[in-house]
Nanobody, 125 residues
Framework: QVQLAESGGGSVQAGGSLRLSCAASGYFYDSVCMAWFRQAPGKEREGVAAIFIGNNSTKYAAPVKGRFTISQGGAKHTVYLQMNGLQPEDTALYFC??????????????????WGQGTQVTVSS
């Protein structure tokens, strides 16, 4: 059974930075997509960034491209989301998600079967 453990949320002022971490357990191979999604109150869950563990291929949503970086490192199946230049509109509950992949990851929630519990990111102006 796959389990995801997230950490790293918090509160910052606009222009600040935060780094989120997600560790997945239960995978025994590298054909895995790991992704970050976010959901603000009253809005739908949206994809932020994804990475394919086997080849390090990444994908970003347009609103975060150039400000956020997804990477893997440390223990196997651990990914990070470095968020720079945070803005109030980035305020949301951030979720880590994962699923088996084939080399390219999507940013649609329906593509992922395993989810973390979420970590809050709050950016004040």
């Amino acid at each position: 059974q796959v389990q995801l453990a997230e950490s790293g949320g918090g509160s910052v002022q606009a222009g600040g930075s935060l780094r989120l971490s997600c560790a997945a357990s239960g995978y025994f191979y590298d054909s895995v997509c790991m992704a970050w999604f976010r959901q603000a109150p009253g809005k739908e869950r949206e994809g932020v960034a994804a990475i394919f563990i086997g080849n390090n291929s990444t994908k970003y949503a347009a609103p975060v491209k150039g400000r956020f970086t997804i990477s893997q490192g440390g223990a196997k199946h651990t990914v990070y989301l470095q968020m720079n230049g945070l803005q109030p509109e980035d305020t949301a509950l951030y979720f880590c998600a994962s699923d088996v992949g084939v080399g390219y990851c999507y940013l649609s929630p329906s593509e992922y079967n395993s989810w973390g519990q979420g970590t809050q990111v709050t950016v004040s102006s």
